[in-house]
C-alpha cells in the first residue's frame, strides 16, 4: 500500500526554526509536495521537490532524499502567522497525488 | 496565474435535497480536475479526478450516484451531491491540474446539511 507519515502535531516558538518530516512509501515517485493550510481554508502551495537536495524560498526550505522516501519542511523565524498545518504530498507514478494527514504547528509567543 | 474558483463559498441545505457545487480554472485550461472532501481535523479525500469530456474516476468507498461530477469543459467542472444527508456536512475542495504536476487549489465549498 501506499503511505506518508507525518507527526500529528508540532509545538514551537516565534522566531525558532521547526523542522517538519514526512517519509513516504509509495508506488513510483514523481515529485513531493509541501502545502500550508490554514484553518478552514484550502491548501496553499509551498514547494515541490522532484531531485535530491534542498530548495530554498525566503523563510521556508525543503529537503529531499530520494533513496531513503524522506523529505522535510524548514521553517525560519517563525512568525504566529506560520501556525497552520503543512500538508506533505507525493505524485506516484499514475501522477496521482497521495496525501499525507498532515502536521497540525502551533506557534507561541 | 493559476487562480481557481468555487461557488458557492459556503451552502446550507434541507436534508434530501441537491446541491451543485462549482470549479472553474481562471486563466488556464486544466486537463485534469479533483474533488476532495476534508472533514474537521483530519486530512483531504479524493474523492474523484475528473478529465474534461470523459466520465469521473472515483475513489474507492465515493458513491458515484450520489456525488455527480460533471467536467464539461477545460475551465469547469461541477460537482453535485444528491439526497444530500447531514453526514455529507464538510469541507468540499477542488483542484486543478495544468500539465503533469502541481494542483492548483479552489478556495473551498463548507457545506452544512441540516
Known amino acids: 500500500g501506499q503511505n506518508i507519515d507525518q507527526p500529528t502535531e508540532m509545538t514551537a516558538t516565534e522566531g525558532a526554526i521547526v523542522q517538519i518530516n514526512c517519509t513516504y512509501q509509495?508506488?513510483?515517485?514523481?515529485?513531493l509536495f509541501w502545502y500550508q493550510q490554514h484553518a478552514g481554508e484550502a491548501p496553499t502551495f509551498l514547494s515541490y521537490?522532484?531531485l535530491d537536495g534542498l530548495e530554498e524560498k525566503g523563510r521556508f526550505s525543503s529537503f529531499l532524499s530520494r533513496s531513503k522516501g524522506y523529505s522535510y519542511l524548514l521553517l525560519k523565524e517563525l512568525q504566529m502567522k506560520d501556525s497552520a498545518s503543512y500538508l506533505c504530498?507525493?505524485?506516484?507514478?499514475?501522477?496521482?497525488?497521495?496525501w499525507g494527514a498532515g502536521t497540525k504547528l502551533i506557534i507561541k509567543p | 496565474g493559476a487562480v481557481v474558483s468555487q461557488h458557492p463559498s459556503w451552502v446550507i441545505c434541507k436534508s434530501g435535497t441537491s446541491v451543485k457545487i462549482e470549479c472553474r480554472s481562471l486563466?488556464?485550461?486544466?486537463?485534469?480536475m479533483f474533488w476532495y472532501r476534508q472533514f474537521p481535523k483530519q486530512s483531504l479525500m479524493l474523492m474523484a479526478t475528473?478529465?474534461?469530456?470523459?466520465?469521473?474516476?472515483?475513489e474507492q468507498g465515493v458513491e458515484k450516484d450520489k456525488f455527480l461530477i460533471n467536467h464539461a469543459s477545460l475551465t469547469l467542472s461541477t460537482l453535485t451531491v444528491t439526497s444530500a444527508h447531514p453526514e455529507d456536512s464538510s469541507f468540499y475542495i477542488c483542484?486543478?491540474?495544468?500539465?503533469?504536476?502541481?494542483?492548483?487549489f479552489g478556495p473551498g465549498t463548507r457545506l452544512t446539511v441540516t
Open positions: 483542484s486543478a491540474r495544468q500539465g503533469d504536476y502541481e494542483q492548483y
Open positions: 509509495t508506488s513510483g515517485f514523481n515529485g
Open positions: 475528473s478529465n474534461e469530456g470523459s466520465k469521473a474516476t472515483y
Open positions: 486563466d488556464f485550461q486544466a486537463t485534469t
Open positions: 504530498a507525493v505524485v506516484d507514478s499514475n501522477y496521482q497525488l497521495i
Open positions: 521537490n522532484v
